[in-house]
């Protein structure tokens, strides 16, 4: 075998290989722009308190409790009039984590949290999408100190960073959102 036979031949395959990674990414983004919009109901319908919801029933359940709000460019979730639904953006220890948290019409209790994270560590970090840690959130009061809001739940142990980033990201959300709050009083 000739070296222009290996050239073309390793030529004509990575461009066999490239087209076909091409069209089946292309194929699957419809599926997994689906997958992501579903994820993000059933976490909304989730933080709040809606336990039934899964993948299957996840998009009629959204349409039938849920209405999609904002004020200015603060976007929030109405559920069936009586809980808001907020999301959350904040950084973990390995990069960023985010979530939905539901309060109470009277927007002093919460409802519900859920979490997810890019990067954290397995058993460490990575415990805040556990039902475990989420439940803690239910029923509790939203404390103020000062003009700071924030909610007092159990850290992770061996996980300081990402509950930290946890707590971090609830206040902040919370500062932002307090507007929403208060025309609500």
């Known amino acids: 075998m000739s070296d222009r036979y290996i050239f073309r031949y390793i030529t004509i395959l990575v461009v066999i290989v490239s087209v076909l990674l091409s ?8 599926y997994q722009k689906r997958n992501e919009l579903n994820e993000k109901r ?8 809606i336990t039934d919801v899964n993948d299957n029933n996840a998009e009629i359940l959204f349409q039938k409790h849920c209405t999609a709000k904002h004020d200015g460019n603060l976007p929030y979730y109405v559920i069936d009039d009586t809980i808001t639904v907020i ?3 904040g950084n973990g220890l390995w990069g960023p984590i985010w979530g939905y948290i539901g309060l109470s019409d009277d927007f002093e209790t919460v409802v ?5 994270h890019k990067s954290e560590t397995p058993g460490l970090g990575a415990e805040i999408t556990t039902d475990g840690f ?3 959130f239910s029923g509790k009061e939203l404390q103020k100190n000062g003009n700071d ?3 007092e739940v159990d850290a992770i142990a061996g996980a300081t960073r990402t509950s930290d980033g946890v707590k971090l990201m ?3 959300t919370l500062e932002e959102y307090k507007t929403i709050f208060e025309c609500n009083e």
């Open 23 to 30: 069209a089946a990414a292309m194929w699957l983004q419809p």
């Open 42 to 49: 059933v976490n909304i319908l989730k933080a709040a308190g």
């Open 87 to 89: 999301p959350m953006r």
């Open 112 to 116: 519900g949290a859920v979490f997810d």
């Open 134 to 136: 989420q439940r803690q």
């Open 149 to 151: 809001y924030f909610v």
């Open 170 to 172: 609830i206040k902040n």
